[in-house]
């Protein structure tokens, strides 16, 4: 949990700036609490996913896990597709964003957040390639 | 709340119950062989810190003990400020010898580093990281060195190297796995490790190094890796190290067993993690949809 914890308050930060750039003329009077709690309801398929790994893994005994870690890996393109639809419905029905505009908000946001995770993540072993 | 919330916490309550319940340290007696103390050793485990670990410093130490290890080390990537908390935890606190350790992490190849105080610069080549390895007093173990690595060790490196990993979780993956980790031990004289590589998957300690020291200090400990006096069990049971410690080794059948088998899990085991997994489904399934 402690180590992982960056995902989320990338995510938060993410659509901090989203909101206050890209959507400040779709709020409509919303409080940024309350969207920032809906829009992060769409990280559900990731717990969904996160869920069916633990059972699973819970199940596989440790010299086992190497094919199962291999699968998990490649499922997480059903998490994936399905967060990304969410987040476009949510930019569409919640704040009412046109259908191009809710795909580049959600574009842009991965665009954000999973930069900044993975630079964090893999920051020290990116930086070892660049010699740095 | 309501009620499906109410059965989700309570399923988690019952999981952490009974896995704390099941959880318990393994304590043996000092185990002497040919006048030397065995510690069983993991070597290579990562933390939460920026090092994409699942266990926090004090996580490693307190599971350290569940697996019955007697040593470990905790191997930032390119940082030793985790190895220093745990260390600390665990003379503190008590609990398995914490060698301070590094994962030192390069684009062709990467060496763990145990029993140093400072971080080794990645950029050097293999040779001299060892070399500024030995100067601190520690001892330095190539890190899976499968065939897509060997390119980063020359001569020189071969030559300076203390250990090298002969069974690491990969090997379960393939036999292909495990006969590159045997040609790359056999292309110098190193200590056999055998080490988790833990981040979360898996488990510490699922490969152990068995190490023959003079007590369970971390300088003893280097001593013995340095001394390549180590027994390791890889896939299928197979014996790695010092000949002659292999065959003190035979003699005591649980430490091939606590190498190479999981342990079956009991009821009360079982009872944590369907708690624990119904729990959480339910959490999920729970949470409430904002308008």
């Known amino acids: 949990m402690v180590s992982f914890a960056f995902v989320p308050v990338f995510e938060w930060l993410a659509f901090k700036v989203i909101w206050s750039t890209r959507l400040a003329p779709a709020r409509h009077g919303r409080q940024w609490s309350d969207a920032v709690e809906a829009f992060l309801d769409g990280n559900r398929p990731w717990l969904v996913w996160l869920v069916v790994a633990m059972a699973v893994f819970a199940v596989v005994p440790p010299r086992a896990v190497g094919p199962w870690v ?48 993975i630079a964090y993540f893999l920051g020290t072993a990116i930086g070892a390639r660049l010699g740095l | 709340m309501t009620a499906r919330g109410v059965i989700a916490i309570g399923a988690l309550a019952i999981g952490i119950a009974a896995g704390t319940l099941i959880d318990r340290p393994i304590r043996r007696p000092p185990l002497m062989l040919g006048g030397y103390r065995v510690i069983a050793a993991d070597f290579h485990t990562h ?25 470990i080390s905790i191997n930032g990537h390119q940082q030793v400020r985790d190895a220093k908390v745990g260390a600390w935890f665990s003379r503190t606190f008590g609990g398995p010898t914490v060698l301070v350790g590094q994962e030192i992490v390069a684009p062709t190849q990467h060496v763990i580093a145990i029993g140093i ?53 990969i090997v379960y993956g393939g036999k292909k796995t495990q006969r590159e980790l045997e040609d790359f031990s056999a292309r110098g004289s190193f200590a056999a490790i055998g080490s988790s590589d833990a981040h979360g998957f898996g488990r510490i300690g ?11 200090s971390p300088d003893a400990i ?50 944590s993690r369907i708690s624990g997994v119904i729990g959480l489904a339910l959490l999920v399934a729970n949470r409430r949809r904002p308008a």
Request: charged share 20%; with cysteine.
């Open chain 2, 117 to 169: 105080r400072s971080v080794v610069d990645p950029r050097l080549p293999v040779a001299e990281q060892a070399d500024a390895i030995h100067r601190q007093g520690g001892a330095a173990i190539a890190a899976h060195p499968i065939s897509r690595f060997w390119p980063g060790y020359d001569g020189d490196a071969l030559q300076k190297l203390d250990g090298a990993e002969i069974c690491h979780p």
């Open chain 2, 47 to 71: 933390s939460s810190t920026r090092s994409g670990g699942g266990l926090t410093p004090w996580g490693l130490v307190l599971e350290a003990e569940r697996q019955g290890l007697d040593a």
């Open chain 1, 70 to 117: 291999r699968l998990a890996a490649i499922s997480t393109i059903v998490p994936m597709a399905w967060s990304l639809r969410t987040d476009v419905r949510f930019f569409r029905s919640v704040l009412s964003r046109s259908a191009r505009a809710a795909i580049a908000d959600a574009l842009m946001f991965r665009a954000l957040a999973w930069t900044a995770g």
């Open chain 2, 206 to 216: 699922v490969c152990r190094t068995y190490v023959f020291a003079r007590d369970d």
């Open chain 2, 222 to 271: 280097v001593e013995a890796v340095r001394a390549r006096r180590t027994v390791v069990y890889g896939a299928g049971g197979n014996p790695y190290g010092d000949p002659a410690l292999i065959a003190l080794a035979a003699n005591v059948p649980g430490l091939k067993a606590a190498a190479t088998t999981d342990a079956p899990a009991g009821p009360i085991d079982w009872l």
